[in-house]
């Protein structure tokens, strides 16, 4: 089963929060996470993102599109990056979740589909 596990998260309050130490770990855990996730090819991609300030939002005014600078809501989190996983369960994706949410506070887990639902 695929899941896409996305990690919300604020990098200019958690730099102005988090000790350079704890930084440093949480960046050493998400690279080994990787490396685990695609030795044990459960890793389909992940990504990190950039910082929302440089986020594009298109909104259709009039019937054209139109593109506008920054994220799409007025929140001080936004998406800061995820991981696609093909694992076997769901217990085993709540499994990686528990481990990432020790350095995110909150993570969405949501499964994914391979084509639409049948209408």
Do not use: H
């Not at 090819?41 to 910082?51: K, N, T």
């Not at 994220?71 to 499994?95: C, N, Q, T, Y």
Request: charged letters at 25%.
């Amino acid at each position: 089963m695929k899941y896409m596990l996305m990690m919300f998260g604020d990098a200019e309050s958690m730099q102005a929060t988090a000790s350079k130490e704890w930084i440093e770990e949480m960046i050493g855990f998400m690279v080994q996470l990787d490396k685990d996730l695609e030795a044990s090819g459960e890793l389909v991609f992940q990504q990190g993102l950039a910082d929302p300030g440089a986020a594009k939002t298109v909104r259709l005014q009039d019937g054209l599109p139109v593109a506008t600078d920054g994220p799409f809501a007025e929140a001080k989190e936004s998406l800061i990056g995820f991981w696609v996983v093909d694992v076997e369960s769901e217990e085993r994706v709540l499994e990686l979740a528990g481990q990432i949410v020790k350095y995110s506070g909150r993570l969405e887990v949501r499964p994914a589909m391979d084509a639409p639902p049948d209408l």
